[in-house]
């Protein structure tokens, strides 16, 4: 490719509508436009490295075993009722109806679509396993779509879907897929980690997400700094912490005016923030009182408190009139004293704690020497509390540390939610019908290739890990006006393609200046410069995006060199 033939509209000036700094370089190097909110083109540069982080997934999916199709990105309502989601999905699911007044969705997921494929065709445990896959655009009205390709709402996901005749079937097929993740991101140049996540909506028991680290990721990850434990904040597991060991004192009714929170109370009783225990109220959406108690120092994980509670799928706070009929006290809260019958939730630490202090349940008013174990009564111990920095890892119990991340991939078990529910089933190797056991494996396409930059970037632009840089290398004649130069450049360009490098020309005649800043914008690996002291030298500069580090070669052995470098970057 010519970069005079290129189009690859480069931008000087930040748009200003771009919060995040994948989205602003993409912009700035010509990669995409938008085209609505949160949806965009892709251009020419911006596409290729699509393609090729398309390209490389492909590659992993087909050696696990996956076959790849393409389903309609419409699709019929009757599937997702069938599923029950029709109803359950929201207001991200964009639902349309057709001239005859049949009703359909754009795909935000294709779970019931491939469910509904797959059960008027697999019959027989001789057909299984079975791991399908498409690399296409899904669709989800984004309340607020921000961030560029992080959260747009038109994106391009590949998603495979497994099918096993049993539990064990889809374990398998679960670690081919994590196994080929770990592949497909290593070799798109990432630093990731695969977290243990919550399986959110989805329904299922076993989830990973791949995420790729960077300050600028929204997950907030838990990494084990001993082992290779890592987890979501949502989800990483905690042991309750041990309290040095006292007497139990005997229950005591402090008064402590203006006490409401958790600092003042502490300044109030000088007491240290980790022997005090603080509530917080909640709502489920059928109306109904959860208190939550956890260590002074702590916060709640609703995410963990939902688990506690069967079929709740929210939390609101609650308001003050319920707490009250509850026999509750706002800002001053206890469970020793709550009405029999009101659900009571306490972190398993809170239940090491001794001589502890909590509230009365009555304005200004605090318990001393509350000891869990002794005193609350009807209470449902669990691990409630959200990681922090610092906090035992639960396999080694080294200490974790939080840093954050984009979650670029997904792999869940999902086992046989969507097959039982629309009829999916096989008959087994003793004729008996059975559901067929699935799991599901996603990656953003769009985001992995915004984690990338957000990964690989310096002041001046982008640096792309040269396996999924939208040219490997870019051959720049300092004037390209000059015809000698100009020819120079073309027989290395023609060399470098005849060797298999994927190389740009750029022979714009633009000033050398120009041209460098634009190569660095955009973020090619090598870039290899032709000018006079080529012709008069036979000196070949070639300049690593990355390290900045220049070579001067000869037209000998420039081309074993490049290969050399991209290798090794
Ligand atoms: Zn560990």
């Given at each position: 490719m010519r970069a005079t033939n290129l189009y690859a509209p480069t931008l000087r000036q930040t748009p200003a509508d771009a919060e995040i700094l994948s989205h602003q370089l993409m912009l700035r190097a010509g990669m995409m436009r938008k085209s609505a909110n949160g949806m965009y083109h892709f251009l020419p540069l911006g596409w290729r490295t699509i393609r090729k982080i398309e390209q490389i997934i492909r590659e992993e999916m087909d050696a696990a075993g996956g076959q790849e199709i393409c389903m309609p990105i419409l699709q019929p309502a009757e599937y997702w009722e069938e599923s029950g989601r029709w109803a359950a999905y929201g207001a991200e699911m964009m639902r349309m109806k057709d001239r005859h007044g049949h009703e359909y969705c754009l795909g935000p997921t294709h779970e019931e679509m491939i469910t509904a494929l797959v059960r008027d065709e697999v019959r027989s445990y001789k057909q299984l396993p079975l791991m399908l896959y498409q690399i296409q655009d899904k669709f989800r009205d984004e309340r607020r779509p921000r961030f560029g390709l992080m959260r747009s709402r038109e994106f391009i996901m590949k998603d495979?879907?497994?099918?096993?005749?049993?539990?064990?079937?889809?374990?398998?097929?679960?670690?081919?897929?994590?196994?080929?993740?770990?592949?497909i991101f290593?070799?798109?140049?990432?630093?990731?980690?695969?977290v243990e996540a919550d399986n959110g909506a989805i329904g299922g028991a076993h989830s990973h997400e791949f995420?790729?680290?960077?300050?600028?990721?929204?997950?907030?990850i838990a990494c084990c700094t001993e082992c290779d434990y890592a987890a979501s904040d949502e989800k990483a597991e905690l042991a309750p912490l041990e309290a040095p060991e006292e007497d139990m004192q005997a229950l005591e009714k402090v008064a402590t005016p203006g006490t409401n929170t958790i600092d003042s109370l502490v300044e109030f009783l000088?007491?240290?923030?980790?022997?005090t225990i603080k509530a917080v109220a909640y709502e489920t959406e059928s109306n109904e009182?959860?208190?939550?108690?956890?260590?002074?120092?702590?916060?709640?994980?609703?995410?963990?408190?939902?688990?506690?509670?069967?079929?709740?799928?929210?939390?609101?706070?609650?308001?003050?009139?319920?707490?009250?009929?509850?026999?509750g006290c706002p800002g001053f809260m206890s469970p020793i004293g709550i009405k029999a019958g009101t659900r009571i939730l306490v972190d398993a630490t809170v239940m090491k704690m001794r001589n502890a202090v909590s509230g009365?349940?009555?304005?200004?008013?605090?318990?001393?020497?509350?000891?869990?174990?002794?005193?609350?009564?009807?209470?449902?111990?669990?691990?409630?509390?959200?990681?922090?920095?610092g906090d035992p890892c639960p396999r080694c119990g080294a200490p974790m540390k939080m840093t954050r991340g984009i979650e670029a991939g997904q792999v869940f078990t999902l086992g046989t939610k969507y097959s039982a529910a629309m009829g999916a089933t096989f008959l087994d190797e003793q004729g008996k019908e059975k559901p067929l056991v699935m799991g599901c494996y996603g990656i953003g396409v769009g985001r992995t290739m915004a984690a990338a930059i957000e990964q690989h970037h310096d002041e001046n632009g982008i640096i792309w890990p040269p396996s999924i840089a939208p040219f490997e290398v870019v051959v720049v004649p300092i004037q390209a006006k000059n015809p000698e130069q100009l020819r120079y450049a073309e027989t290395v360009y023609e060399e470098l393609k005849t060797s298999g490098v994927d190389a740009l020309l750029d022979d714009r005649t633009e000033r050398a200046g120009v041209k460098f800043k634009d190569c660095d914008l955009i973020g090619y690996p090598v870039r290899i410069?032709?000018?006079?002291?080529t012709l008069e030298e036979g000196d070949i500069e070639v300049k690593v995006r990355k390290s900045g580090e220049v070579f001067h070669d000869t037209k000998e052995n420039y081309l074993a060199h490049v290969k050399e470098l991209l290798g090794s970057l």
């Amino acid at each position: 490719m010519r970069a005079t033939n290129l189009y690859a509209p480069t931008l000087r000036q930040t748009p200003a509508d771009a919060e995040i700094l994948s989205h602003q370089l993409m912009l700035r190097a010509g990669m995409m436009r938008k085209s609505a909110n949160g949806m965009y083109h892709f251009l020419p540069l911006g596409w290729r490295t699509i393609r090729k982080i398309e390209q490389i997934i492909r590659e992993e999916m087909d050696a696990a075993g996956g076959q790849e199709i393409c389903m309609p990105i419409l699709q019929p309502a009757e599937y997702w009722e069938e599923s029950g989601r029709w109803a359950a999905y929201g207001a991200e699911m964009m639902r349309m109806k057709d001239r005859h007044g049949h009703e359909y969705c754009l795909g935000p997921t294709h779970e019931e679509m491939i469910t509904a494929l797959v059960r008027d065709e697999v019959r027989s445990y001789k057909q299984l396993p079975l791991m399908l896959y498409q690399i296409q655009d899904k669709f989800r009205d984004e309340r607020r779509p921000r961030f560029g390709l992080m959260r747009s709402r038109e994106f391009i996901m590949k998603d495979l879907y497994s099918f096993d005749k049993d539990v064990e079937g889809m374990n398998l097929s679960y670690q081919k897929m994590y196994d080929a993740y770990d592949a497909i991101f290593t070799r798109c140049g990432l630093e990731f980690r695969p977290v243990e996540a919550d399986n959110g909506a989805i329904g299922g028991a076993h989830s990973h997400e791949f995420t790729v680290l960077t300050d600028a990721g929204e997950s907030s990850i838990a990494c084990c700094t001993e082992c290779d434990y890592a987890a979501s904040d949502e989800k990483a597991e905690l042991a309750p912490l041990e309290a040095p060991e006292e007497d139990m004192q005997a229950l005591e009714k402090v008064a402590t005016p203006g006490t409401n929170t958790i600092d003042s109370l502490v300044e109030f009783l000088g007491v240290p923030i980790e022997k005090t225990i603080k509530a917080v109220a909640y709502e489920t959406e059928s109306n109904e009182l959860v208190l939550v108690f956890v260590r002074g120092d702590h916060d709640v994980n609703e995410v963990k408190v939902l688990h506690q509670l069967e079929g709740a799928l929210e939390l609101r706070m609650a308001d003050e009139e319920s707490i009250r009929s509850a026999g509750g006290c706002p800002g001053f809260m206890s469970p020793i004293g709550i009405k029999a019958g009101t659900r009571i939730l306490v972190d398993a630490t809170v239940m090491k704690m001794r001589n502890a202090v909590s509230g009365a349940n009555e304005v200004d008013f605090h318990y001393k020497n509350v000891n869990p174990e002794r005193d609350f009564k009807e209470v449902r111990v669990a691990d409630l509390r959200l990681v922090k920095d610092g906090d035992p890892c639960p396999r080694c119990g080294a200490p974790m540390k939080m840093t954050r991340g984009i979650e670029a991939g997904q792999v869940f078990t999902l086992g046989t939610k969507y097959s039982a529910a629309m009829g999916a089933t096989f008959l087994d190797e003793q004729g008996k019908e059975k559901p067929l056991v699935m799991g599901c494996y996603g990656i953003g396409v769009g985001r992995t290739m915004a984690a990338a930059i957000e990964q690989h970037h310096d002041e001046n632009g982008i640096i792309w890990p040269p396996s999924i840089a939208p040219f490997e290398v870019v051959v720049v004649p300092i004037q390209a006006k000059n015809p000698e130069q100009l020819r120079y450049a073309e027989t290395v360009y023609e060399e470098l393609k005849t060797s298999g490098v994927d190389a740009l020309l750029d022979d714009r005649t633009e000033r050398a200046g120009v041209k460098f800043k634009d190569c660095d914008l955009i973020g090619y690996p090598v870039r290899i410069t032709i000018g006079p002291k080529t012709l008069e030298e036979g000196d070949i500069e070639v300049k690593v995006r990355k390290s900045g580090e220049v070579f001067h070669d000869t037209k000998e052995n420039y081309l074993a060199h490049v290969k050399e470098l991209l290798g090794s970057l």
